[in-house]
């Protein structure tokens, strides 16, 4: 079974503090992402990972980064948090290649910005 | 713009009823979609998918159908039950050689409740 952690569950933090996000996943995955779901917004892509220490800009990388040391693991770093970053986060992992689109998800972070 | 459209924010079918949700897409280069099902407090989980090169792929319960003329796919569950009520989601795929990866774009999502 693929299993896909995310550190916390819940955070709130405060404007202006950094933020780090991570997620873990156990199954060899060369892909990984990070997405924000918001209220009638759907999932929205905001990096992309498809090899250690390589990385794509999603849909909304705007005040966010990334990290990718290994493969197993992908952070997500919010420089200085803001309230309009209150959201559902989401990592996911996929394999590479034409057969891997299937993404397996994490159970999301909850972050609120106060 | 979206790429990705959802037009029914919510769906609300009886028991043992067929449950219809539809999805748009606008991208000629997505090749690949499928289908997310998610409950509150759980990221989503895969349900099913197809390959632009068929139109219809089914699961059990679950039947994908693919119209590429018109960009437009659905989702159809028959019978319904009360622990399909969920959050759906629709992705569209588009595959980059440069990376070896496939990236998906999401539509809004479209809550079905089934109703015992």
């Known amino acids: 079974d693929v299993k896909v952690t995310q550190s916390s569950r819940y955070l709130v933090k405060r404007t202006g503090e950094k933020v780090f996000l991570e997620c873990v996943q156990d199954m060899d995955h060369e892909n990984m992402f990070w997405y924000r779901q918001d209220p009638g917004l759907g999932l929205r892509l905001i990096y992309f990972?498809?090899?250690?220490?390589?990385?794509e800009k999603g849909d909304i990388p705007e005040g966010y980064s990334v990290s990718r040391e290994k493969k197993e693991r992908f952070s997500l770093i919010l420089e200085s948090a803001s309230t309009n970053q209150t959201s559902m986060y989401l990592c996911a992992s996929s394999f590479s290649g034409l057969a891997g689109r299937e993404q397996y998800f994490g159970p999301g972070t909850r972050l609120t910005v106060t | 713009d979206q790429q990705v459209k959802q037009n029914s924010p919510s769906l609300s079918v009886q028991e043992g009823r067929i449950s219809i949700l539809n999805c748009d897409y606008t991208?000629?280069?997505?090749?690949?979609f499928l289908w997310y099902k998610k409950y509150p407090a759980e990221g989503p989980t895969f349900l099913i998918s197809i390959s632009s090169i068929k139109d219809k792929n089914e699961d059990g319960r679950f039947t994908v159908f693919l119209n590429k003329s018109a960009k437009h796919l659905s989702l159809h569950i028959v019978p319904s039950q009360p622990g399909d009520s969920a959050v759906y989601f629709c992705a569209a795929s588009a595959f980059s050689h440069n990376t070896n990866a496939g990236k998906s774009t999401f539509g809004d999502g479209t809550t079905l409740t089934v109703k015992p």
């Open positions: 991208n000629s280069m997505f090749d690949y």
């Open positions: 990972s498809y090899d250690v220490k390589m990385k």
